[in-house]
Nanobody
Framework: DVQLVESGGASVQPRGSLRLSCVLS????????VGWFRQAPGKEREGVAS????????WYTDSVVGRFTISEDNAKNTVFLQMNSLELEDTAMYYC?????????????????????WGRGTQVTVS
């Protein structure tokens, strides 16, 4: 079975930093799209960042460019989201996702794109 297990969410002050982790298991290929989505209370889910594993190709939604960095550790089957300069608007449940069209994290209505695998989420609160 495919499992995506997130960790690293916490409460942090504005301008602080967090690093989220997503441990991947059971994925059929070592090269596929993995990324992060988020959903704040009362708002639609949106794409945040994605990476095509085994490559240096990454994509970001405009609001996090220059602040967030997605990366991977192939040896540990883990994808990270380094979040710096956190803002109140970054407060949300963050979900790891796999097997979707990588560039689509940056499109309008990114939260509605087809995604095959989801994690259960990790809460990030900026206050």
């Amino acid at each position: 079975d495919v499992q995506l297990v997130e960790s690293g969410g916490a409460s942090v002050q504005p301008r602080g930093s967090l690093r989220l982790s997503c441990v991947l298991s059971g994925l059929p290929s070592s090269r596929q799209c993995v990324g992060w989505f988020r959903q704040a209370p009362g708002k639609e889910r949106e794409g945040v960042a994605s990476i095509y594993t085994g490559s240096d190709k990454t994509w970001y939604t405009d609001s996090v460019v220059g602040r967030f960095t997605i990366s991977e550790d192939n040896a540990k089957n883990t994808v990270f989201l380094q979040m710096n300069s956190l803002e109140l608007e970054d407060t949300a449940m963050y979900y790891c996702a796999a097997d979707f069209a990588c560039p689509d994290v940056a499109v309008r209505d990114s939260g509605r794109i087809p995604v095959t695998h989801w994690g259960r989420g990790t809460q990030v609160t900026v206050s």
